[in-house]
Structure formats: C-alpha cells, structure tokens
C-alpha cells in the first residue's frame, strides 16, 4: 500500500491564482482531512470527509473548498491564493481505531 | 474547540536517558493519540490511549492517561538519536473523530 499520497510536494503562488492540492488514499478509509501546520500553532484542521459525498468544515476553512467524489480522494482547493495561506499542508486518513495516517505534506508558499 | 498542550515544549537530552514530555487537554475526550514527526516529514501515529485506560506501552513507549487531571505524558526509554523528532498529543472528543492537535513538543537526542 502507498498509503497517503499528496501532490505537489512543493509550490509557489502568486496572490491571486488558485490551485488544487492533491490527496489520495488506497487505504480504503472513509474518513480524510485536510490539516494546516504553522511555526508554533500545531495543526489546524481545515476540511474533513467521513465519506464519498460528504465534507464539513473544520477550524480553518475560509479560503479552501473541498470536494469527495471517491473514497480514495480528497482535493483541496485555494480559490484566490493569500500570503496568509503560506503554510504546510497534510491530507490524513483515519484507521478503524481513530489513529490517522498522513500524507508527506505540500508545502505552499504565496507571494 | 478543545485542544491539547505538550509540556515541556523543547527536551534536549543524551542518548541513553529518559525522555518523558505531558499533555494537557480541557473538556471530556474519547482517546488520546500521541504522534512523532521528523522534520520535514508527515506526522506518524504512535499509540492511541481510550478514555478507559490508564497506561498503555508500545515497545519503549510508555503513555499514560489521567482523565481526572486532563492529562497524559508519553514516556520515551533509553532514548536513540532516532526519536530526535517533534511529538504531538492529540484528542478525540467524539462525534466526527475531529482531532484537536497540541503545539508540539521539539525532542533533540545527542549521540
């Protein structure tokens, strides 16, 4: 199994553009979310997914949509990208016990 | 939303010694999960702690939960270069399995 895949690893925004961060799962897990790490904040959850269909916000949201049409994955979406959103991005899945698997993370920097 | 908070924030020790870093949470949880994260990499689960338990081992892991005071610390024996990482507690209050993640914790082995 690959586990949590997440595409790019890197990227570099200008304010203004949009993009789609890549996230999927062979897993087979119903739950996924997206996750935000900033210098001394933890982890912030954005959006999360308890399954095909269905999405609900977290903590963070505004600036992001998300989307589930298959199990396996879970874009996230910078509508109008904002230096406030420079940060490193983890998709996780949740196992049958609660313990989440995460993604290697996308690193995003907006100019 | 509730949250976890690690203390101490930052644990510079010797290879060989003890490392042992708490958590402290605020409202009723189901689990509490602890995780690792080396740098530059996604965050890796460690060991998943239920609301009913009270200690719980995983090869030089030791977790221990005490839901009167809110909190648990994660004990790391005869510590390695390796365990040199950041480590997050995390808690699960239920509904959605939504995880409320802590600061971190900076744990630095030296060889």
């Known amino acids: 199994n690959a586990g949590v895949t997440q595409t790019p690893k890197f990227q570099v925004l200008k304010t203004g553009q949009s993009m789609t961060l890549q996230c999927a799962q062979d897993?087979?897990?119903?739950?996924m979310s997206w996750y935000r790490q900033d210098p001394g904040m933890g982890l912030r959850l954005i959006h999360y997914?308890?399954?095909?269909?269905?999405?609900d916000q977290g903590e963070v949201p505004n600036g992001y949509n998300v989307s589930r049409s298959t199990t396996e994955d879970f874009p996230l979406r910078l509508l109008s990208a904002a230096p406030s959103q420079t940060s490193v991005y983890f998709c996780?899945?949740?196992?049958?016990?609660?313990?989440?698997?995460f993604g290697p993370g996308t690193r995003l920097t907006v100019t | 939303s509730q949250q976890g908070e690690e203390d101490p924030q930052a644990l510079s020790i010797q290879e060989g010694e003890n490392a042992t870093m708490n958590c402290s949470y605020k409202?009723?949880?189901?689990?509490l999960q602890w995780y690792r994260q080396n740098s530059g990499r996604g965050l890796v689960h460690l060991i998943l702690?239920?609301?009913?338990?009270r200690e719980k081992h995983s090869g030089r892991l030791r977790v221990t939960l005490d839901t009167s005071k809110k909190s648990s610390s994660l004990l790391i024996t005869a510590s390695r270069a390796a365990d040199t990482a950041s480590y997050f507690c995390?808690?699960?209050?239920?509904?959605?399995?939504?995880?409320?993640f802590g600061k971190g914790n900076q744990v630095v082995v030296i060889p």
């Open positions: 996780a899945s949740r196992g049958t016990k609660g313990e989440q698997y």
């Open positions: 702690i239920r609301s009913n338990e």
């Open positions: 997914s308890v399954g095909a269909g269905i999405t």
């Open positions: 409202t009723s949880i189901n689990n």
């Open positions: 897993m087979n897990h119903e739950y």
């Open positions: 995390a808690t699960d209050a239920g509904g959605n399995n939504r995880l409320a």
